[in-house]
């Protein structure tokens, strides 16, 4: 990538199109539970909304209102899709708004429907599904700019085999970091399970990257312990290079 401003965003958010998810997520199994946009009466008006596992939300259809007219100083949310400027949700016309601003690129957090980082809304068969449409989507972005650094979402109600199968998925469609939660360790269990989750796939295959809620997590239960095999790990992935199974099998076997 080319460096001619100086100046690289790491906290954006990535508007994915409204047929992010119908259009990769299959209607004959998943039929209406599919993340979508729906008309809806909001005190005698007709406005937008994301649909979820059958469920309207309550927030806006998109956050963005520093791309809408007045910017963050008016706060306005657009009512309907229809306000939602393409800069925000089309990867080839946002690369405009970032010369504009004299910005050379951006780490892309996810924006709605994706609530918390993830979709907690049902069983972890249909949230696996709405993960995998959200990081296939987002992972286009990469390929239409290196300007972009996409990082993926995780299945949390799946098991850790499926979720680290996901993030080495991601890996090899072009996300660079993973973004999650702090609440899969508020205990014992949680923390061996997210202390797995961490040596075993994002210190070995990519750099983690943190929100506010996994740098509170880091800082709380094993924090410490965890950062110093962090640490540990960051050192073997430089010797062994990217491969996930040497870095894996290397620390099964150093002291």
């Known amino acids: 990538m080319e460096v001619k ?5 790491c906290d954006s958010h990535a508007q994915l199109d409204r047929d992010a998810w119908t259009k990769r997520m299959a209607k004959q199994k998943w039929g209406d539970r599919i993340p979508q946009i729906v008309e809806v009466n909001e005190n005698g008006q007709t406005v937008d909304r994301w649909m979820v596992n059958g469920k309207v939300r309550s927030e806006w259809v998109c956050n963005c209102p520093a791309a809408m007219e007045g910017g963050v100083g008016r706060g306005y949310y657009p009512r309907r ?19 504009y601003d004299r910005v050379d690129g951006e780490v892309l957090y996810p924006n709605g429907p994706v609530s918390n980082f993830g979709f907690l809304q049902a069983d972890a068969a249909f949230e696996l599904a ?10 286009e972005w990469h390929q239409i700019s290196d300007r972009y650094v996409p990082v993926a979402i ?3 109600m ?3 085999d499926v979720i680290v199968a996901e993030v080495e998925r991601s890996v090899k469609r072009g996300h660079r970091g993973v973004v999650m939660l702090a609440e899969p360790a508020f205990s014992k269990k949680g923390l061996k399970r997210m202390n797995r989750f961490f040596l075993g796939a994002v210190v070995g295959m990519l750099p983690g ?3 506010t809620h996994a740098l509170a ?3 709380g239960f094993g924090g410490t312990a965890l950062v110093a095999e962090m640490a540990w790990l960051y ?21």
Do not use: M
């Open 130 to 139: 709405c993960v995998q449409a959200h990081n296939d989507a987002l992972a």
């Open 209 to 211: 990257l943190s929100h």
């Open 5 to 9: 401003f100086g100046l690289f965003s």
């Open 235 to 255: 050192q073997k992935r430089i010797a062994h290079g990217f491969d996930f199974a040497t870095v894996r099998d290397a620390r099964t076997t150093d002291p």
């Open 154 to 156: 995780i299945p949390y």
């Open 217 to 219: 997590w880091l800082g």
């Open 81 to 99: 899709w229809e306000e939602v400027p393409k800069i925000v949700y089309d990867p080839a016309e946002r690369l405009k708004a970032l010369d």
């Open 158 to 160: 799946s098991d850790i």
